[in-house]
């Protein structure tokens, strides 16, 4: 079966650095309209450059290029959940996961979690992050073709094993 490979969609090459730019000239609106700085000011001036700084770093990020998910032969590969490749014998299901105003997720359903619970990093664990959600917020793919995929894999698979 053919590898799916999920990336950033093409519009967030257009919105992150369009974010960088108005953030990043906000501080300097503000110091050429302002003689003397004072408290709301040096507010805005940090909050303008903290997000300015948080939009850059996602910028980088986005123009890596680096693939959200790799679903293969050998499993499912996705950098979010920083525990390496989850083989295909160890999920179980896959299903669209929406709590609240978090949209575009999907969870799976994995046979031994702890195995991949123990990869995890000791901040991960210790914010208790547990579970095990994809997120494709700006994703080339949607949460609906990622089910179905993950999906026809597993069927491929216990097919394969029967």
Avoid: C
Wanted: proline share 4%; hydrophobic share 50%.
């Amino acid at each position: 079966m053919k590898p799916l490979i999920v990336r950033y969609s093409r519009w967030y090459f257009i919105l992150l650095p369009l974010a960088f730019l108005a953030f990043a000239s906000s501080p300097f609106a503000i110091l050429h309209e302002v003689k003397q700085l004072k408290r709301w000011d040096l507010f805005g001036l940090i909050a303008f450059s903290a997000a300015a700084l948080l939009a850059g770093w996602s910028s980088i990020l986005v123009f890596r290029r680096k693939p959200l998910l790799i679903l293969d032969d050998k499993g499912l590969f996705a950098e979010e959940l920083a525990v390496g490749i989850i083989s295909w014998l160890d999920i179980e299901q896959a299903f669209l996961h929406e709590r609240g105003m978090r949209k575009n997720r999907v969870e799976l359903l994995l046979r031994n979690p702890d195995v991949y619970l123990k990869q995890r990093s000791g901040i991960r664990r210790a914010l208790g992050d547990s579970e095990f959600v994809l997120s494709l917020k700006g994703a080339d793919t949607s949460p609906e073709k990622l089910v179905a995929h993950i999906s026809q894999r597993l069927n491929q698979q216990s097919s394969f094993n029967n």
